[in-house]
């Protein structure tokens, strides 16, 4: 069964960092795109970033260009998520997905949504 457990969230203060991983079970990971999404509360679902196949291609929402660097490792079947100079706003619920980066950040191309990790930035 295809399965993506997301991991690394917490509870840290506005400029910290955070590295949030996605592991997958059911399938390899070196064979799709990965997009990471993350909802706060009270709003919508938004795209964060997203990485190929091969990770050589990569996008990120303009809130976080220059924060956040997505990458993979497809030995270990993980896509990670490096999160600096955190931000209150960058609170809510993380998401890791299978899906095509040159449709990112259509949500409805992706699939497989794991359960998510919790994050939240005191100011």
């Known amino acids: 069964q295809l399965q993506l457990v997301e991991s690394g969230g917490g509870l840290v203060q506005s400029g910290e960092s955070l590295r949030l991983s996605c592991v997958a079970s059911?399938?390899?990971?070196?064979?799709?795109?990965i997009g990471w999404f993350r909802q706060a509360p009270g709003k919508e679902r938004e795209g964060v970033s997203c990485?190929?196949?091969?990770?050589?291609?990569?996008k990120y929402a303009d809130s976080v260009k220059d924060r956040f660097t997505v990458f993979r490792d497809n030995a270990k079947n993980t896509v990670y998520l490096q999160m600096n100079i955190l931000k209150p706003e960058d609170t809510g619920v993380y998401y890791c997905?299978?899906?095509?980066?040159?449709?990112?950040?259509?949500?409805?191309?992706?699939?497989?949504w794991g359960q998510g990790t919790q994050v939240m930035i005191s100011s």
């Open positions: 059911g399938f390899t990971l070196d064979y799709p795109d």
């Open positions: 990485i190929s196949r091969g990770g050589g291609f990569r």
């Open positions: 997905t299978v899906g095509a980066c040159s449709g990112w950040p259509r949500q409805d191309l992706f699939g497989s």
